[in-house]
Nanobody, 117 residues
């Protein structure tokens, strides 16, 4: 089975930066053809799109993070990254890694990002 493990979450001050990583493991031998993304869910709110990246490298960002976050992937490492800059308190959430493999969506268990004022 495909496993996604997020890391890099933590507590940082507003204006700071953080880099999240997502490692794919398990039955998947390659992620190169799989679209991947980051989603987040704040307490009491719905899960929302942060950013996606296709197998071809096309990216898409949710409006709240445009210009501040950058999604990238390293297919050789079977990894997904999210560089977060100019962090705001509203960015506080559990961040989840997603992978779409042959139409089946896989989720990581999430990593908590807390931004203090």
């Amino acid at each position: 089975q495909v496993q996604l493990v997020e890391s890099g979450g933590g507590l940082v001050q507003a204006g700071g930066s953080l880099n999240l990583s997502c490692a794919a493991a398990g039955s998947i031998t390659s992620i190169s053809s799989s679209a991947m993304g980051w989603y987040r869910q704040a307490t009491g709110k719905q899960r929302e799109l942060v950013a996606t990246i296709t197998g071809g490298g096309t990216t898409n960002y949710g409006d709240p993070v445009k210009g501040r976050f950058t999604i990238s992937r390293d297919n050789a490492r079977k990894a997904l990254y999210l560089q977060m800059n100019s962090l705001k308190p509203d960015d506080t959430a559990v961040y989840y890694c997603q992978l779409n493999r042959w139409g089946i969506i896989h989720w990581g268990k999430g990593t908590l990002v807390t931004i203090s004022s």
